[in-house]
């Protein structure tokens, strides 16, 4: 019979060796409180008075969440005197949660007897999760601090690519033969001297170390012990190659409601496992960094970066969005002469490009998201375009009548006035709707990120087509 498996799997070439058991932490009794703005200023005053007991009595009630959160909210300088004094605090489960920019300062600024503590608490995907970001030096000496086959495993996973299925994952599995049944598999996870610290499925295998199925805990416990662990699978399981990217095994946890997947080598044996908590958080970065990208603002930006750091991020942008603003002048330089003749253009001329812009941008961010969820597919596009198309016209009729009776009112009870505008409304609005997808659409077509220039491209759209029609019409029909 092939014995049970609840251990750091790796590469099949790399075979792990058993894991010594660690110790569990002891309970803590005290109630964990949350942060607020008065325990911060707690916090820092207890920190400028250099009082490590006090900073030690503010922190300790903590989550490792909200510990987290308030060394990303104060400076440098207050950082590096928290942790002088109170070095102990950080442990594994707050270097995971920092920020990435923070963390690699929080390291840095951390006795190295403290980081090594910290990181030999954590698992697997959370070491590799702090190591990829760090210099060498600092990844060298947290792999030394680590046990032989805790550091295998870490290294093992950090040979899968970045950005894959087995950088996210951890190692720690428990899985067992697949012709067991309920009373074979409870007594030995009640006898097993080492498991996960949180795990969600019993994985079984055959004889190749294949995963073949898994069952829950709650159904492991709730059957009798003569029950075949085979009859208890859950029908919703699934295995991911260990280099599939990471997003798209987000988006398959998040459309298939799952709790944990098996991670599988490319001979189908199992090498790890992906839970849920890491599969939102890459869910939650996906999301995160299309924000940032259609902002212009780089798919990295935090509250903690310094300031030339934000301005290496949004420099190039704003510099693309000069170029495009220069040529949306050219075309008003077009019409210099209908201006000069009629002022009140030059008043009505931003809300078409206002609104040209917002519906724009409406579209697109719907287009966008649409895209990274794969909601928004060749079967669906065409479908998609025609509704926008009418979401345009029918906004564009309804608020050209609004601006028509007030351009009417307001300059001169103009009614060729009115109209223009209206008109200009009218296509400026269904253009800037259809840009706002057909834009995202043809950048994923071409490979490119819809979310990285799309809103340049529509901006500069709606501006040039907002003036040029506007213009274009008052100077054939006012003049």
């Known amino acids: 019979m092939t014995e049970p498996e609840h251990h750091k799997t790796g590469n099949p070439e790399n075979p792990i060796p058993e894991p010594t058991p660690r110790p569990e932490p002891p309970e803590e009794d005290r109630e964990v409180e949350e942060l607020d703005a008065e325990r911060i200023d707690t916090v820092l005053e207890a920190v400028d008075a250099g009082d490590a007991r006090a900073v030690a009595a ?10 987290s959160d308030l060394l990303e909210q104060i400076s440098s300088q207050e950082r590096k005197a928290l942790l002088t004094l109170y070095p102990e605090g950080v442990d594994g489960d707050v270097l995971s949660e920092l920020d990435e920019a923070v963390r690699e300062e929080v390291i840095e600024a951390m006795p190295r007897e403290a980081l090594a503590e910290a990181v030999r608490e954590l698992d697997t995907d959370d070491v590799v999760d702090i190591l990829e970001d760090l210099e060498d030096h600092d990844q060298a000496f947290i792999l030394d601090s680590l046990e032989k086959d805790d550091r295998a495993a870490v290294e093992s996973s950090l040979a899968w ?34 498991l996960p610290d949180q795990f969600y499925h019993v994985i079984l295998v055959d004889e190749r170390h294949r995963p073949t199925g898994y069952a829950t805990l709650g159904r492991v416990l709730a059957s009798k012990r003569d029950t075949a662990l085979s009859d208890i699978v859950e029908d919703s399981f699934m295995t991911v190659e260990a280099t599939e990217e990471e997003a798209e095994v987000a988006r398959m946890f998040n459309k298939y409601h799952l709790i944990s997947t098996p991670v599988v080598d490319g001979a189908g044996r199992l090498v790890g496992v992906i839970t849920i908590d890491d599969a939102m958080v890459v869910l939650d970065d996906e999301h995160e960094e299309d924000m940032l990208r259609m902002a212009g603002v780089g798919d990295e930006s935090s509250l903690s970066d310094g300031v030339w750091e934000t301005v290496r991020q949004r420099f190039p942008w ?8 220069n040529i949306a002048a050219a075309v008003i330089g077009l019409f210099e002469g209908t201006i000069a003749v009629l002022v009140a253009l030059a008043a009505l001329m931003p809300i078409v490009a206002s609104m040209g812009g917002n519906a724009g941008t409406q579209s697109l961010t719907v287009a966008v998201r649409a895209l990274a969820t794969k909601d928004l597919t060749e079967s669906n596009a065409a479908r998609v375009v025609r509704r926008e198309l009418v979401v345009g016209l029918i906004n564009g009729l309804g608020f050209a009548m609004v601006m028509g009776v007030v351009a009417w009112a307001l300059y001169g009870r103009d009614v060729w006035l009115g109209a223009v505008i209206g008109a200009a409304l009218i296509i400026n609005l269904t253009v800037a709707a259809l840009g706002g997808v057909l834009v995202p659409l043809a950048l994923n ?9 799309s809103g340049t491209f529509v901006t500069t759209l709606t501006d040039v087509v907002g003036f040029f029609v506007f213009l274009g019409l008052a100077t054939l029909v006012l003049l």
């Open 318 to 325: 704003l510099a693309v969005n000069l170029v495009t603003a």
């Open 445 to 453: 077509r071409l490979k490119l990120d819809p979310a990285l220039a």
């Open 58 to 67: 503010a922190l300790d009630t903590l989550h490792p969440a909200d510990i």
């Open 161 to 194: 690519p970045e950005y894959s299925a087995g950088r996210l994952m951890q190692s720690e599995t428990v899985s067992v033969p697949q012709d067991w049944n309920v009373g074979q598999t409870i007594d030995h996870l009640r006898s097993a001297d080492w």
